[in-house]
């Protein structure tokens, strides 16, 4: 379980799973839950109840300052840890030049350089 802290901007992740007719979404255990709704909406941490009613640990998570494309039902809601993941940076991640991550050579290649 990931911790986070106040002003922490998060996106939420519903556990993933495969409907009856094989399609892929939020797992039909959650799919009917309050929280389904927010499913990839972004927002930041605004309060956190490490000892709920059930001693999981909540967060609260405010929406409104975020440009969010999901029509989130309210303002703000609280969330288990395991349903919260860090926000992304949306800005490209660059390409591997050198390193484990590079194609091996003449991976890249699409066309021969001789016609046979």
Known sequence: MSDFDFGDVV??????????????????????????????????????????????????VDFTQHKNRVAIPWQRQWFRGEWIVPAEDRAPKPVATEGALVAASGAAKTTLDEST
């Open 11 to 60: 996106t939420v992740a519903m556990p993933r799973g495969v409907s009856k007719r094989g399609i892929p979404g939020i797992s039909v255990l959650y799919s009917t839950w309050p929280e389904a709704r927010f499913d990839g909406a972004t927002g930041t941490i605004i309060g956190i109840d490490p000892r709920s009613q059930y001693g999981i640990p909540l967060y609260l």
